[in-house]
């Protein structure tokens, strides 16, 4: 086994220490278990699905709006405005 040294703050080393406590393991098991758990993550292949696939791509924002500001007119538009 391998030793590494991290460097973080105070409060965050309380809070690791607590729930490791919490869970009966170890700091260093918990970081492991994370470590193990976001590697297998990123390595998933994430599959989208027919419909999904079929839709992506065919609206166009206009340039001057984002998709919050569009979605916040429809639901407007659909209930009414905020009193």
Known sequence: ??????SMGESVV???KKLAKA???SVSAMFSQFVE???T???QDFKIGP???KL????ELPPNKNHKELIAEALVEKYGGVK
């Open 56 to 59: 992506s791509g065919i609206i």
């Open 37 to 39: 758990s976001a590697a």
């Open 51 to 53: 419909l999904t696939r």
């Open 23 to 25: 869970n009966h393991t």
């Open 41 to 43: 993550r990123s390595k």
């Open 14 to 16: 309380k809070k690791a």
């Open 1 to 6: 086994m391998t030793k590494l040294t991290l």
